[in-house]
């Protein structure tokens, strides 16, 4: 990817900072304190009116800018940018009311009824008539305003409405695969429709994955989430035409999701579609909470092209939609925010400015919250878009490559997850998500990034679950193989070809001759069993009986128990001064740790940490500036880093300068 284009604005390049704004909640008198608190926090930018449809167009082509006209200027005179919202991402009542047919349907073919937010259809014509003439009145009243300097589409597109089953995206889904297919006889041969007397006769026999008396088709469900993802982005790039039609010099963006099992969405297909990539992020609990955080901010940023990007919400403390909500804890504000930095954000907001007073998010964290700006975290708010600004010079500055990484691809993601598979207990992104733990253990950086990256400028690919590959893809791995690359794949990889369509003579199809292995049946596991590798590590979920089919293949674990005993658990193939491994187990962080090891020592990939600081913090690069982020509650010693202050606090974050 090319340098994005950047937020509209003159001045030196400064990291932003900011939230989410919703003045019309407040009265007006409220919003004076607003943006004086918000220069106190040092706020440089906010996101406006996301949630406002209503209140903009009161009824049907009547519309209300007065008060965000207001809020604009009251803005602007306090040095405040707006990254000014489409507003479309809730329709008002009047509209649902008028056309309940925009409203997205289950699979069960139950109606999803307004009362919550995005209740409409990504397909529904009559939904897109009404959103893009507001789109054309908000470009039209504000492409002048000297306070824009970017526009948000919509907000969190398919959060709530990524499947819709409604009759406008049966009819949709028709189009979108005769674009794919063209003929019924290529469809009906990508669908395996022969299996269960499926074979379609006309197009208008074609209808989405709706609720059926046993496993749906496989490649129609593959498909449909292929189509749901392109129907989003397809909504998106109207909103984009409506905007760069009337502003052409403004940016335009929306918020991706990347965190946790938010999946609908295929991300790195949309990247090329803003002008610069924008994403959410909140932190979920559990043991490998912070890698999490620290792995999607990765993945956001190869997603940008290692470019800058903005982080558009994350919280200031505890979120309202978990079943437990905990606050975080002294130095995490700061710590999480800067993770993102470090992986190349150059804008830190949150969700939202002012902590709601009602509504269902009203328990949701802010930069002032209820206690208002007499209180520990707003004094850490402050604290925070201080250093932030006393980081200026950083801005602009690409990601540092790392000589590894791990490949994430969306349709995998989906594909392996489908039902009738092996087992219903393989999760795609937590196979991922442990072998980024398993770098972070030991101390060595990794990149997160999808196919379509430059996989040959890596010397290590960790490639988990890499469940679908084409024939192409096969050839790029091959290819890097052979020059000299060091690739390292799992279970249920290389079985299927992109139309979800076993690769034939054993398993890992595609891959099985780069890796030098043959499986002719899978091996899952039960919930309470488990396997023992000679290396002491132990496996769940999965085993495989490898059979080597090429005598150079190199065994580095074995089972030990169970009836594979004494088969080979994990392998490695020398290829010329490359190679390709294959893990046959779920290890988890602590177990592939040592497996890890050993490939990247083979490999000649070794920490930029010493010894004693590996597994206790990450180290991320931004061209001169190294960042160091405590990932334990104790403070530590690190004066070998060269950092200004020897002692890094609990939870800290050093930034050091080249």
């Known amino acids: 990817m090319s340098s994005p284009r950047w937020l509209r604005r003159a001045g030196a390049p400064r990291l932003e900072f900011g939230a989410d704004y919703n003045p019309d909640q407040w009265p007006r008198a409220v919003w004076d304190s607003d943006v004086r608190h918000m220069r106190e926090a040092g706020v440089t930018i906010v996101s406006l009116a996301i949630f406002s449809w209503a209140k903009l167009e009161p009824a049907p082509g009547e519309y209300d800018f007065a008060w965000l006209d207001d809020a604009m200027d009251l803005l602007h005179a306090n040095g405040i940018s707006v990254d000014l919202a489409t507003a479309t991402a809730s329709p008002p009542p009047w509209l649902t009311a008028a056309h309940p047919e925009i409203l997205p349907v289950d699979r069960l073919g139950h109606i999803i009824w307004p009362g919550g937010r995005q209740q409409w ?52 889904f028709r189009e979108w695969l005769r674009d794919r297919y063209v003929t019924l006889d290529e469809l009906n041969d990508a669908w395996g429709t022969a299996f269960w007397a499926q074979r379609y006769t006309a197009w208008d026999e074609v209808i989405p994955p709706r609720l059926a008396a046993t496993h749906p088709n496989p490649g129609q469900q593959l498909d449909f989430k292929r189509f749901s993802s392109d129907a ?41 579609e803003v002008d610069f990539v924008s994403n959410d992020h909140y932190r979920l609990p559990g043991p490998q909470s912070l890698d999490e955080l620290s792995f999607s901010a990765n993945l956001t940023g190869n997603l940008a092209g290692g470019q800058p990007w903005f ?65 520990d975290l707003f004094r850490s708010v402050a604290a925070l878009g201080a250093q932030l600004a006393s980081l200026a010079d950083l801005a602009g500055t690409p990601r540092t490559r790392a000589r590894a990484a791990i490949v994430f691809d969306w349709t995998s993601w989906w594909a392996s997850e489908l039902d009738s598979h092996p087992t219903d207990r393989l999760r795609y992104r937590q196979e991922a998500l442990d072998w980024y733990t398993a770098f972070l253990n030991l101390g060595v950086r990794v990149d997160v990034v999808p196919p379509s990256a430059p996989l040959e400028e890596y010397d290590v690919l960790i490639a988990p ?101 004494g088969h080979a658990a994990v392998t490695r193939r020398p290829v ?54 405590n990932r334990t509650d104790e403070p530590i010693d690190i004066t070998e880093l060269g950092a200004a202050e020897p002692t890094l606090a609990a939870r800290g974050v050093a930034v050091i300068r080249a």
């Not at 893009?132 to 589409?153: F, I, K, N, Q």
Request: aromatic residues 8%; negative net charge; charged residues 25%.
């Open 121 to 172: 259809r990504p397909t529904s014509p009559i939904f897109r008539e009404h959103a893009l003439r507001l789109v054309e009145a908000m470009a039209t009243r504000y492409a002048s305003h000297p306070a824009l300097v970017a526009w948000h589409v919509s907000n969190e597109l398919g959060c709530h409405n990524v499947y819709d089953y409604s009759d406008d995206a049966a009819r949709a």
């Open 465 to 565: 679950i890499l469940h679908v590959v084409p024939a192409e893809l096969a050839k790029r791995l091959d290819a890097y193989v052979t020059a000299g690359g060091h690739l390292v794949t799992t279970y249920f990889s290389g079985i299927v070809d992109e139309r979800d369509h076993v690769w034939l003579g054993g398993y890992p199809g595609a891959l099985r001759d780069l890796l030098g292995i043959r499986i002719e049946e899978f091996a899952p596991l039960l919930d309470d069993e488990t396997a023992t590798l000679s290396n002491g590590t132990t496996g769940s979920l999965w085993t495989d009986r490898i059979d080597l089919a090429d005598e150079s293949v190199e065994v580095l674990a074995a089972y030990e128990t169970g009836e594979l005993a």
């Open 232 to 272: 989003l982005k397809d909504y998106l790039r109207a909103e984009r035409a409506v905007l760069r039609s009337l502003t052409p010099e403004v940016p335009v963006t929306t918020n991706f999701m990347v965190m946790g099992e938010t999946k609908g969405m295929d991300y790195a297909d949309w990247a090329t």
């Open 311 to 375: 982080l558009m919400e994350h919280s200031t403390s505890a979120v309202n939609w978990q079943p437990v909500n905990k606050a975080k804890k002294a130095g995490e504000l700061a710590r999480d925010s800067l993770t993102h930095v470090a992986h190349g954000a150059d804008a830190v907001c949150f969700f939202q400015w002012r902590q709601s007073k009602a509504g269902a998010e009203k328990y949701h964290s802010a930069m002032l919250p209820h206690a208002g700006a007499d209180s």
């Open 576 to 629: 010329g001064d490359g190679s390709a491994a294959y893990v046959s187990t779920r290890l988890g962080p602590d177990g592939l740790a040592p497996v890890l090891g050993t490939l990247l020592e083979r490999a000649g990939v070794g920490s930029e940490l010493p010894s004693d600081l590996r597994g206790r913090v990450e180290l991320a690069q931004r061209g001169d500036f190294r960042f160091v982020l």
